[in-house]
T-cell receptor, first 114, second 114 residues
Framework: AQKITQTQPGMFVQEKEAVTLDCTYD???????LFWYKQPSSGEMIFLIY??????QNATEGRYSLNFQKARKSANLVISASQLGDSAMYFC???????????FGTGTSLTVIP | ETGVTQTPRHLVMGMTNKKSLKCEQH?????MYWYKQSAKKPLELMFV???????ENNSVPSRFSPECPNSSHLFLHLHTLQPEDSALYLC?????????????FGPGTRLLVL
Protein backbone atom coordinates (compact mmCIF):
# COMPACT_ATOMS: atom_id res chain seq x y z
CA ALA A 1 0.00 0.00 0.00
CA GLN A 2 1.25 3.44 -0.87
CA LYS A 3 2.51 5.20 2.23
CA ILE A 4 3.00 8.69 0.84
CA THR A 5 0.68 10.35 -1.68
CA GLN A 6 1.47 13.51 -3.57
CA THR A 7 -1.44 14.26 -5.85
CA GLN A 8 0.06 17.22 -7.71
CA PRO A 9 2.48 16.04 -10.41
CA GLY A 10 3.13 19.63 -11.47
CA MET A 11 2.54 23.08 -10.02
CA PHE A 12 3.14 26.62 -11.25
CA VAL A 13 3.51 29.68 -9.06
CA GLN A 14 4.23 33.32 -9.77
CA GLU A 15 7.46 34.67 -8.36
CA LYS A 16 7.01 36.20 -4.87
CA GLU A 17 3.72 34.35 -4.33
CA ALA A 18 3.15 31.53 -1.84
CA VAL A 19 2.47 27.95 -2.91
CA THR A 20 1.26 24.84 -1.08
CA LEU A 21 2.41 21.36 -2.04
CA ASP A 22 0.15 18.59 -0.82
CA CYS A 23 1.18 15.41 0.95
CA THR A 24 -0.87 12.75 2.70
CA TYR A 25 0.52 9.70 4.43
CA ASP A 26 -0.61 6.38 5.75
CA UNK A 27 0.72 4.74 8.89
CA UNK A 28 -0.47 2.93 11.97
CA UNK A 29 2.59 3.99 13.98
CA UNK A 30 2.14 6.60 16.69
CA UNK A 31 5.71 7.79 16.35
CA UNK A 32 7.04 8.77 12.95
CA UNK A 33 8.84 11.55 11.17
CA LEU A 34 7.76 13.56 8.16
CA PHE A 35 10.23 15.24 5.82
CA TRP A 36 10.29 17.38 2.73
CA TYR A 37 13.13 17.32 0.23
CA LYS A 38 13.93 19.44 -2.82
CA GLN A 39 15.58 17.88 -5.86
CA PRO A 40 16.92 20.29 -8.49
CA SER A 41 17.77 19.05 -11.95
CA SER A 42 21.30 18.27 -10.73
CA GLY A 43 19.86 15.30 -8.83
CA GLU A 44 20.89 15.94 -5.24
CA MET A 45 18.15 15.62 -2.64
CA ILE A 46 18.22 18.63 -0.35
CA PHE A 47 16.58 18.41 3.07
CA LEU A 48 14.12 21.25 3.70
CA ILE A 49 12.06 20.63 6.80
CA TYR A 50 11.11 18.02 9.40
CA UNK A 51 7.95 17.43 11.46
CA UNK A 52 7.75 14.89 14.26
CA UNK A 53 4.48 13.12 14.86
CA UNK A 54 4.39 14.35 18.46
CA UNK A 55 5.25 17.93 17.63
CA UNK A 56 2.27 20.13 18.42
CA GLN A 57 3.48 23.13 16.50
CA ASN A 58 3.96 23.27 12.76
CA ALA A 59 7.60 23.24 11.73
CA THR A 60 9.09 26.29 10.05
CA GLU A 61 12.44 26.82 8.36
CA GLY A 62 12.87 30.22 6.78
CA ARG A 63 10.47 30.44 3.84
CA TYR A 64 9.34 26.85 4.34
CA SER A 65 6.59 25.81 6.71
CA LEU A 66 4.84 22.52 7.17
CA ASN A 67 1.08 22.48 7.65
CA PHE A 68 0.72 19.37 9.81
CA GLN A 69 -2.79 18.01 10.33
CA LYS A 70 -2.34 14.76 12.19
CA ALA A 71 -5.98 13.66 12.22
CA ARG A 72 -6.17 14.06 8.47
CA LYS A 73 -2.70 12.55 8.01
CA SER A 74 -1.55 15.42 5.90
CA ALA A 75 1.76 17.29 5.88
CA ASN A 76 1.60 20.02 3.28
CA LEU A 77 4.62 22.15 2.46
CA VAL A 78 4.09 25.88 2.17
CA ILE A 79 6.72 27.95 0.39
CA SER A 80 6.31 31.67 0.90
CA ALA A 81 7.67 34.39 -1.39
CA SER A 82 8.64 31.97 -4.16
CA GLN A 83 11.92 32.53 -5.94
CA LEU A 84 13.08 31.36 -9.36
CA GLY A 85 15.57 29.06 -7.64
CA ASP A 86 12.69 27.19 -6.02
CA SER A 87 11.90 25.51 -9.34
CA ALA A 88 12.59 21.83 -8.69
CA MET A 89 11.00 18.51 -7.75
CA TYR A 90 9.70 18.34 -4.20
CA PHE A 91 9.36 15.07 -2.33
CA CYS A 92 7.44 14.30 0.81
CA UNK A 93 8.79 11.43 2.90
CA UNK A 94 8.00 9.54 6.06
CA UNK A 95 10.27 7.60 8.35
CA UNK A 96 8.75 4.81 10.40
CA UNK A 97 9.08 4.38 14.15
CA UNK A 98 11.97 1.95 13.97
CA UNK A 99 13.80 4.21 11.58
CA UNK A 100 14.57 1.44 9.12
CA UNK A 101 12.11 2.41 6.42
CA UNK A 102 11.89 5.69 4.61
CA UNK A 103 8.93 6.13 2.26
CA PHE A 104 8.88 8.74 -0.48
CA GLY A 105 6.07 10.12 -2.58
CA THR A 106 6.23 10.44 -6.35
CA GLY A 107 7.05 14.12 -6.09
CA THR A 108 5.66 17.43 -7.32
CA SER A 109 7.40 19.44 -9.99
CA LEU A 110 7.28 23.13 -9.08
CA THR A 111 7.92 25.82 -11.66
CA VAL A 112 8.27 29.42 -10.55
CA ILE A 113 7.24 31.89 -13.23
CA PRO A 114 8.96 35.29 -13.42
CA GLU B 1 34.53 18.38 1.75
CA THR B 2 30.80 18.36 1.20
CA GLY B 3 28.68 16.14 3.46
CA VAL B 4 28.04 13.11 1.26
CA THR B 5 29.98 12.42 -1.91
CA GLN B 6 29.39 9.83 -4.58
CA THR B 7 31.56 8.57 -7.41
CA PRO B 8 31.25 8.23 -10.27
CA ARG B 9 28.58 10.78 -11.08
CA HIS B 10 27.77 9.06 -14.37
CA LEU B 11 28.27 5.44 -15.42
CA VAL B 12 27.49 3.55 -18.59
CA MET B 13 27.95 -0.20 -18.49
CA GLY B 14 27.09 -3.28 -20.46
CA MET B 15 25.08 -6.13 -19.01
CA THR B 16 28.16 -8.29 -18.58
CA ASN B 17 30.28 -5.66 -16.84
CA LYS B 18 31.16 -5.41 -13.17
CA LYS B 19 31.35 -1.98 -11.62
CA SER B 20 31.13 -0.40 -8.18
CA LEU B 21 29.52 2.77 -6.90
CA LYS B 22 31.21 4.54 -4.01
CA CYS B 23 29.73 6.72 -1.32
CA GLU B 24 31.57 8.60 1.41
CA GLN B 25 30.11 10.69 4.20
CA HIS B 26 32.03 13.30 6.17
CA UNK B 27 29.33 13.96 8.76
CA UNK B 28 30.27 11.43 11.43
CA UNK B 29 27.00 9.58 10.92
CA UNK B 30 26.34 6.01 11.98
CA UNK B 31 23.80 4.95 9.35
CA MET B 32 24.08 4.84 5.57
CA TYR B 33 21.60 3.99 2.83
CA TRP B 34 21.33 3.15 -0.85
CA TYR B 35 18.32 4.30 -2.87
CA LYS B 36 17.22 3.76 -6.45
CA GLN B 37 15.34 6.53 -8.24
CA SER B 38 13.66 5.59 -11.50
CA ALA B 39 11.64 7.95 -13.67
CA LYS B 40 8.02 8.40 -12.58
CA LYS B 41 8.47 6.17 -9.52
CA PRO B 42 8.98 6.95 -5.82
CA LEU B 43 12.45 6.69 -4.42
CA GLU B 44 13.10 3.05 -3.47
CA LEU B 45 15.12 2.21 -0.39
CA MET B 46 17.51 -0.64 -1.24
CA PHE B 47 19.82 -1.16 1.73
CA VAL B 48 20.32 0.22 5.22
CA UNK B 49 23.54 -0.05 7.19
CA UNK B 50 23.96 0.88 10.82
CA UNK B 51 27.43 0.86 12.36
CA UNK B 52 28.65 -1.12 9.35
CA UNK B 53 26.02 -3.82 9.84
CA UNK B 54 23.32 -4.36 7.25
CA UNK B 55 19.95 -3.96 8.93
CA GLU B 56 17.62 -3.80 5.97
CA ASN B 57 17.55 -5.33 2.51
CA ASN B 58 14.37 -4.50 0.68
CA SER B 59 14.13 -7.49 -1.65
CA VAL B 60 16.89 -6.24 -3.87
CA PRO B 61 18.15 -8.64 -6.59
CA SER B 62 21.47 -10.29 -5.86
CA ARG B 63 23.09 -8.54 -8.83
CA PHE B 64 23.33 -5.58 -6.43
CA SER B 65 25.78 -6.26 -3.62
CA PRO B 66 26.43 -3.65 -0.92
CA GLU B 67 29.53 -3.34 1.19
CA CYS B 68 30.16 -1.12 4.20
CA PRO B 69 33.79 -1.41 5.32
CA ASN B 70 33.44 1.38 7.90
CA SER B 71 30.89 3.93 8.98
CA SER B 72 32.14 6.52 6.48
CA HIS B 73 32.14 4.43 3.33
CA LEU B 74 29.48 2.53 1.45
CA PHE B 75 29.82 0.66 -1.82
CA LEU B 76 27.32 -0.84 -4.23
CA HIS B 77 28.85 -3.57 -6.37
CA LEU B 78 27.07 -4.16 -9.66
CA HIS B 79 27.26 -7.24 -11.89
CA THR B 80 25.21 -8.63 -14.77
CA LEU B 81 22.75 -5.76 -14.59
CA GLN B 82 19.66 -5.41 -16.74
CA PRO B 83 18.56 -2.36 -18.77
CA GLU B 84 15.73 -1.77 -16.28
CA ASP B 85 18.38 -1.15 -13.63
CA SER B 86 19.19 2.15 -15.34
CA ALA B 87 18.37 4.82 -12.78
CA LEU B 88 19.78 7.43 -10.43
CA TYR B 89 21.38 5.74 -7.42
CA LEU B 90 21.46 7.90 -4.33
CA CYS B 91 23.44 7.37 -1.19
CA UNK B 92 22.39 8.94 2.10
CA UNK B 93 23.49 9.02 5.71
CA UNK B 94 21.93 9.90 9.03
CA UNK B 95 23.20 10.21 12.58
CA UNK B 96 21.25 7.16 13.68
CA UNK B 97 18.27 5.06 12.63
CA UNK B 98 15.57 6.91 14.49
CA UNK B 99 12.27 8.23 13.19
CA UNK B 100 13.43 11.76 13.95
CA UNK B 101 16.70 11.57 12.11
CA UNK B 102 16.80 13.17 8.72
CA UNK B 103 18.91 11.76 5.95
CA UNK B 104 21.46 13.73 4.00
CA PHE B 105 21.90 12.72 0.40
CA GLY B 106 24.78 12.64 -2.00
CA PRO B 107 24.51 13.94 -5.58
CA GLY B 108 23.82 10.47 -6.98
CA THR B 109 25.23 8.30 -9.72
CA ARG B 110 23.31 8.22 -13.00
CA LEU B 111 23.60 4.67 -14.28
CA LEU B 112 22.81 3.57 -17.81
CA VAL B 113 22.84 -0.14 -18.58
CA LEU B 114 23.10 -1.02 -22.24
Amino acid sequence: AQKITQTQPGMFVQEKEAVTLDCTYDTSDQSYGLFWYKQPSSGEMIFLIYQGSYDEQNATEGRYSLNFQKARKSANLVISASQLGDSAMYFCAMRDRAGNQFYFGTGTSLTVIP
Amino acid sequence: ETGVTQTPRHLVMGMTNKKSLKCEQHLGHNAMYWYKQSAKKPLELMFVYSLEERVENNSVPSRFSPECPNSSHLFLHLHTLQPEDSALYLCASSQDRDSQETQYFGPGTRLLVL
